[in-house]
């Protein structure tokens, strides 16, 4: 089984973020020194990955300059002994063939999903959504892949989350468990309420998927009202009798779809850099002080 492409939907507005993202598109919040969805390509691309499909709308411009040569900055860079610093993004651009179609209208995640149509062919794909970083030794997507290959099956990826949480994401019901990380699905819900979710195991945005997704979404959009859910369509997929695994991804899940999650990626990676470390301590250890000492007269 060849997993060679990734769709990443990135066309959702990024209210959370106004009025940043009036003009900038959530997916370019700096988290740590590159855009937020430098993460989820870096993941795809370390997966084995090489041709990754972006599904954008109005004002994402800035996303396909981002993954395009910038030859000027190159040539400056080269002068002044400086091309390290962009020493990753050339490298994805070298190894990676990036596509873009746009969704004209916010219609949900499984109608961007469809959009990719004329992209995935008859073949297995994977889907990341950039809003989960997922920062682990093994990319989760590789993870993912690992499994899709073991049970010749989609699979998405999930984790544990506090019960009073589940109804931010979709939730899996357990057919069977094959191994600790490994759950055969039964059914899927996307945002219960807490009393309704059939279990804590959330859904955090990587999926291997068969092809057959699209007739499924196509089926279900039929009867969508006013968003065309992923998770729906995945369960259409298990009623025809297409088996569906889930699998606990190893490593520190972010959502930066939320400023409270971006900031804790912020501060996390900050604390992982050598240069920074000390700083983001320091500058704790100070707030720690003042708060107690003399609130409201910090010193930055
Ligand atoms: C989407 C999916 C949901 C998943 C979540 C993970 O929801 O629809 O099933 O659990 O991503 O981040 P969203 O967060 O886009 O509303």
Known sequence: MEITKVVIP???LGTRFLPYTKTVPKEMLPVFGKPAIHYSVQEAVNSGIDNVLFITSRNKELISDYFD????????????????EIKDIKQLIKSTHFSYIRQSEPLGLGH??????????????AI????????????ALNQLIR??????????AVKEVPHDQVSAYGVIRIKKQITPNLFQVDSLVEKPSIKDAPSNLAIVGRYIMSHKIIASLEEMSSY???????????????????KVFAYKVEGTRYDVGTPRGWLKAVVDLGLQDPVYKQDILELVQQYNQSFYLKPREITL
């Open 69 to 84: 040569a910038a030859p000027e900055l190159d040539a400056f860079l080269e002068n002044k002994n400086k091309l390290h």
């Open 10 to 12: 990135a066309a959702g």
């Open 112 to 125: 961007a999903v469809l959009m990719a149509k004329p992209f995935i062919g008859k073949e297995y794909f």
């Open 224 to 242: 969508a009202t006013s968003e065309l859910q992923l998770t729906d369509a995945i369960g259409h997929m298990l009623q025809q009798n297409e």
């Open 128 to 139: 990341a959504l950039p809003d989960d970083i997922i920062m682990s030794k093994n990319p």
């Open 147 to 156: 499994i899709a290959r073991q049970e010749k099956a989609t699979v998405i």
